[in-house]
């Protein structure tokens, strides 16, 4: 008879061996269900007191901002429809004192005007999209070209706030068909201001630049005036996607007593924190 192979055993011996590791081995204890689940909750991370009111805390910041930010100007895309109305492919004339252009005020001398163009105008073989949208404005107008002609606004701001202003400028240099080289908007805050100048080179499609101005604000309100700064032979300069945002008051750092309040209510929830683990953990 032949031996039995390494790995084969008794029947009996391993149903005898395999019962005394059976019952040698521990069963886990086991929380009841109620239990695990309150432990579950407390072990959460967003149980924690601090936590909680560091996600509100940001929560809240996030939306400040966001409030904070929200641009001032009104039609500032010069896409809100106008009186008269703009045809596709065309563009249509406002002269001084017009609020034809909603939010807008057209200014300059007797016979000036500034004309509202369709982004899909292509005159002589130039095309002229607009920088956002379907409309923009273009500060030399038709009937003539000085540097009195132009569109202002007034907004409401708060004495002391930084404030970020970007306007496009638009541009062609095609000067054998009277448009460039470049094109210049005089921009005036409350009568203070400078000039801004696309010196793009496409002869054949108007061509957008942005420029960022930042100010403090001096007064409850600031007239903010674009004019027309090109020379009387070019006939076209664009200005487009106008915008201003709030960026809060020019001194951000906190006070020296909110810091000490807010200090003191963190150390607070922590010692609050602390103590709750404790007693949950006593009561395991």
Same mark, same amino acid.
């Given at each position: 008879?032949?031996?039995?192979?390494?790995? #084969?055993?008794? *029947?009996?011996?391993?149903?005898?061996?395999?019962?005394?590791? @059976?019952?040698?081995?521990?069963?886990?204890?086991?929380?009841?269900?109620?239990?695990?689940?309150?432990?579950?909750?407390?072990?959460?991370?967003?149980?924690?007191?601090?936590? +909680?009111?560091?996600?509100?805390?940001?929560?809240?910041?996030?939306?400040?901002?966001?409030?904070?930010?929200?641009?001032?100007?009104?039609?500032?895309?010069?896409?809100?429809?106008?009186?008269?109305?703009?045809?596709?492919?065309?563009?249509?004339?406002?002269?001084?004192?017009?609020?034809?252009?909603?939010?807008?005020?057209?200014?300059?001398?007797?016979?000036?005007?500034?004309?509202?163009?369709?982004?899909?105008? *292509?005159?002589?073989?130039?095309? #002229?999209?607009?920088? +956002?949208?379907?409309?923009? @404005?273009?500060?030399?107008?038709?009937?003539?070209?000085?540097?009195?002609?132009?569109?202002?606004?007034?907004?409401?701001?708060?004495?002391?706030?930084? #404030?970020? @202003?970007?306007?496009?400028?638009?541009?062609?240099?095609?000067?054998?068909?009277?448009?460039?080289?470049?094109?210049?908007?005089? &921009?005036?805050?409350?009568?203070?201001?400078?000039? #801004?100048?696309?010196?793009?080179?496409?002869?054949?499609? &108007?061509?957008?630049?942005?420029?960022?101005?930042?100010?403090?604000?001096?007064?409850?309100?600031?007239?903010?005036?674009? &004019?027309?700064?090109?020379?009387?032979?070019?006939?076209?300069?664009? @200005?487009?996607?106008?915008?201003? *945002?709030?960026?809060?008051?020019?001194?951000?750092?906190?006070?020296?007593?909110?810091?000490?309040?807010?200090?003191?209510? &963190?150390?607070?929830?922590?010692?609050?924190?602390?103590?709750?683990?404790?007693?949950?953990?006593?009561?395991?």
């Amino acid at each position: 008879m032949l031996d039995k192979p390494r790995n #084969y055993c008794n *029947v009996q011996e391993c149903n005898s061996a395999c019962a005394h590791h @059976l019952h040698t081995i521990r069963t886990p204890h086991l929380l009841p269900f109620s239990k695990r689940q309150d432990q579950t909750e407390q072990d959460s991370p967003m149980n924690s007191p601090i936590k +909680q009111t560091s996600t509100f805390l940001t929560i809240w910041l996030v939306l400040a901002a966001i409030d904070a930010r929200a641009d001032l100007i009104t039609n500032g895309s010069f896409e809100s429809t106008t009186t008269p109305a703009v045809s596709a492919g065309s563009f249509q004339n406002f002269g001084p004192g017009s609020t034809g252009i909603p939010g807008w005020t057209v200014v300059g001398a007797a016979a000036t005007d500034v004309s509202v163009v369709s982004t899909t105008d *292509v005159e002589s073989g130039i095309s #002229y999209p607009a920088e +956002q949208g379907s409309f923009w @404005l273009d500060l030399t107008g038709d009937a003539s070209n000085s540097d009195t002609e132009g569109v202002e606004q007034t907004v409401s701001t708060t004495i002391g706030d930084k #404030y970020t @202003l970007t306007f496009w400028v638009g541009n062609v240099d095609n000067p054998g068909l009277t448009d460039g080289p470049t094109s210049t908007v005089n &921009l005036s805050i409350n009568g203070v201001g400078g000039a #801004y100048t696309n010196s793009s080179t496409n002869s054949t499609t &108007l061509t957008w630049e942005q420029f960022t101005v930042p100010f403090v604000a001096p007064d409850p309100s600031v007239t903010l005036e674009f &004019l027309n700064g090109a020379p009387g032979n070019d006939n076209v300069n664009g @200005l487009d996607n106008v915008v201003l *945002v709030d960026n809060g008051p020019a001194s951000t750092v906190p006070e020296p007593s909110f810091l000490m309040l807010l200090g003191s209510g &963190l150390l607070g929830l922590a010692g609050f924190a602390r103590r709750r683990n404790r007693l949950t953990q006593k009561s395991v």
